[in-house]
């Protein structure tokens, strides 16, 4: 079962706790749709908070959204699956799809991955992508990625007839509209996988870290996306930074902090969200889970939830009145 708690729901769409009580009650009497998770907390499930945010005209974006930066350990995997969760518990209907032969992503959702079809699989058409695909829970699926996908990359280059430009959203078609977002984790490269993958990107989120190397890694991203953008002429193609790893008591932090938005350009690339560093991200993927799944708050939490608000477009949204 996969949603929030009253309280998680009263904070995420800004109503008041009772409010959220209330339609908690509600939903209670007419039928069963509220139930206990694992740890005895009284959620509201998705489908439920779905209906309740469609009532109130809030449309669920529809984009494919990847998280890459040629750095490695910036946060990628950490920040795609936890974002894509919590999408999932806001009621967006999700697939995220691990394009690292690392199998990261894959791991925090405690899928065996080694028999599993990948990505490669559904590029040399030995599976149909809909057998690719793993159910987490009824708003979630993923279609994971192992040590197979590393021979990805070469065999694209070997296709002559490769349509990089098109090639991810020809093969996502047959599933695409079951879906609102797709959440693409990717590998810390600069390849064809990665080329493709922005090509198929309505959004591209890059986490920067502060310290040199993370800032070198994302410049020299930001130059790769800038260049596919204007090779294939993506006009709609956005890439945003988001701030990961902050920890205020580290003097640099600020510093390179400062350094970023001194640059207009780079300013206004930047999500106004900052992610500290938790060990909870690191907790998480120890025990195969996401990092909302653990009753207990934490600034992982916090910040994700503000991530997901504001890429799902609801911090900037006002409940209009619905049928309750
Ligand atoms: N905000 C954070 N606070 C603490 N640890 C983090 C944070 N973000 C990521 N990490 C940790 O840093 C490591 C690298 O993160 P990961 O998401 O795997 O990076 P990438 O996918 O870019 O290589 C992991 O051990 C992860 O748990
Ligand atoms: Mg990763």
């Known amino acids: 079962m996969i949603g929030l708690t009253p309280a998680e729901l009263s904070y995420g769409l800004g109503i008041s706790k009772s409010t959220a009580y209330t339609l908690l009650e509600k939903r209670n009497n007419q039928s069963e749709e509220t139930a206990q998770n694992q740890n005895k907390r009284i959620i509201i499930p998705s489908n439920v908070i779905r209906k309740l945010l469609c009532e109130r005209d809030f449309h669920y974006p529809n984009l494919n959204i990847s998280f890459q930066v040629v750095k490695g350990g910036a946060g990628k995997t950490s920040l795609a699956t936890n974002f894509a969760y919590r999408c999932a518990q806001y009621g967006a209907k999700v697939l995220l799809i691990d394009f690292d032969q690392q199998g990261n992503a894959s791991r925090c959702f405690n899928i065996e991955t080694r028999s599993k079809p990948v990505f490669l699989n559904i590029f040399r058409q030995e599976c149909d992508i809909k057998d690719a695909i793993i159910s987490v829970n009824e708003?979630?699926?993923?279609?994971?990625?192992?040590?197979?996908?590393?021979?990805?990359?070469?065999?694209?280059?070997?296709?002559?007839?490769?349509?990089?430009?098109?090639?991810?959203?020809?093969?996502?078609?047959?599933?695409?509209?079951?879906?609102?977002?797709?959440?693409?984790?990717?590998?810390?490269?600069?390849?064809?996988?990665?080329?493709?993958?922005?090509?198929?990107?309505?959004?591209?989120?890059?986490?920067?870290?502060?310290?040199?190397?993370?800032?070198?890694?994302?410049?020299?991203?930001v130059s790769e996306i800038e260049m596919i953008k204007k090779d294939f002429n993506l006009k709609d193609l956005e890439y945003k930074l988001v701030w990961n790893k902050y920890d205020a008591r580290e003097k640099l932090g600020a510093i390179y902090?400062?350094?970023l938005v001194k640059d207009a350009a780079m300013l206004h690339k930047l999500i106004p969200i900052v992610v500290r560093t938790d060990t909870e991200f690191k907790n998480s993927v120890h025990e195969k889970r996401s990092i909302f799944e653990n009753g207990k708050k934490s600034a992982a939490r916090e910040d994700v939830d503000e991530l997901t608000r504001e890429l799902l477009g609801l911090r900037d949204w006002s409940p209009k009145k619905g049928k309750g």
């Not at 078609?173 to 090509?199: F, G, K």
């Not at 190397?213 to 991203?221: K, N, P």
């Open 139 to 221: 708003f979630f699926d993923i279609i994971p990625s192992n040590l197979n996908n590393s021979r990805l990359d070469y065999e694209m280059s070997q296709k002559v007839s490769l349509n990089i430009r098109d090639m991810l959203r020809k093969l996502l078609e047959p599933i695409r509209s079951n879906y609102d977002l797709v959440i693409m984790d990717c590998p810390p490269a600069i390849n064809r996988i990665n080329a493709s993958v922005t090509c198929g990107s309505d959004l591209i989120v890059i986490p920067v870290n502060p310290d040199q190397y993370a800032l070198d890694g994302m410049q020299f991203s």
């Open 257 to 259: 902090m400062h350094a």
